[in-house]
């Protein structure tokens, strides 16, 4: 059976046209099991990160961001991976756009 931290699910097309405009790239993302889905290191695989700040949001019943940064460090090469916050109950842009402030 294959590793299933190792797999990397499709992405239908590029959420993103233009990367490099961005100097920090924010990722959000359900925490499972103490890490984020293999889906987010296909993301971050799809791009060329080099010399950005990749902050990470998620959201968790349950944990923190585990071994979250750990994880994704090696689909982001060259990229600064840090945790951003938590975001259990936050419920509205506005209140997102506080915390993200914090980050860039």
Known sequence: MKDKKNSRPAIGGKPVDDIGQYDTVFVAYPNWWGTAPTIV???????????????????????????????????????????????????SEEEFKKIAEKFI
């Open 41 to 91: 290191n296909t993301f971050l695989e799809s791009y060329d990160l080099s010399g950005k700040n990749v902050v990470l949001f998620a959201t968790s019943g349950s944990t923190g961001f585990g071994s979250s940064v750990e994880d994704l460090e090696g689909s982001a090469k060259g990229a600064h991976i840090r945790e951003g916050a938590m975001l259990n109950g936050v419920s």
